[in-house]
Antibody, heavy 120, light 107 residues
């Protein structure tokens, strides 16, 4: 059974870069046809896709966040990462890593989620 | 983006009740619609995909129906473990979008 676990700072200052890592166990991040992604949940915006990466390395980003988002894979560590730059209070949310069945598709596997607060 | 609107926002029900939640899309999503259950402090759990296909291990009291722009999630006989918030998600467009959620609470 695939398991995902987020890690990273719980507090980020405004204008800085939010960085999170997701460690995958129970499966290989390089498995063919596998997708990996990030979803966030805030009281104001609900559940929102941030970005997704295909096993080949192709990335797909939410257009509303595209200019600030980078999703990447570290195959040697079986991890993938999220970087969100120039954060504001509006980026305060619970961030989930996920393994969807397609780019921004159905999500059978989720991490437990990590709360990130943007505040000085 | 396709906007997803759920109704009601909150639903009060008793154990044993039949419960129906509606999800409407701003444009057709064909049958590319999923339902999730979320409990406080936990990640969402996938219940149904492709509008009516039950995920493995999900109790048969959960069912989904609909196509195009209107979908429903039905719980045939509400159990104590079912008090939670439910979300729909369309994945017909490149950017999958979620509804705002329906909280099922104890009456």
């Amino acid at each position: 059974q695939l398991q995902l676990q987020e890690s990273g700072p719980g507090l980020v200052k405004p204008s800085e870069t939010l960085s999170l890592t997701c460690t995958v166990s129970g499966g290989s991040i390089s498995s063919s046809s596998s997708y990996w992604g990030w979803i966030r949940q805030s009281p104001g915006k609900g559940l929102e896709w941030i970005g997704s990466i295909y096993y080949s390395g192709s990335t797909y980003y939410n257009p509303s966040l595209k200019s600030r988002v980078t999703v990447s894979v570290d195959r040697s560590k079986n991890q993938f990462s999220l970087k969100l730059s120039s954060v504001t209070a509006a980026d305060t949310a619970v961030y989930y890593c996920a393994s969807p069945r397609a780019i921004f598709g159905v999500v059978p596997f989720w991490g437990q989620g990590t709360m990130v607060t943007v505040s000085s | 983006d396709i906007q997803m609107t759920q109704s009601p926002s909150t639903l009060s029900a008793s154990v044993g009740d039949r419960v129906t939640i509606t999800c409407r899309a701003s444009q057709s999503t064909s049958s590319w619609l999923a339902w999730y259950q979320q409990k406080p402090g936990k990640a969402p759990k996938l219940l149904i995909h492709k509008a009516s296909s039950l995920e493995s291990g999900v109790p048969s009291r959960f069912s989904g129906s609909g196509s195009g722009t209107e979908f429903t999630l039905t719980i045939s006989s509400l159990q104590p473990d079912d008090f939670a918030t439910y979300y729909c998600q369309q994945y017909n467009s490149l950017l999958g979008t979620f509804g705002q959620g329906t909280k099922v609470e104890i009456k």
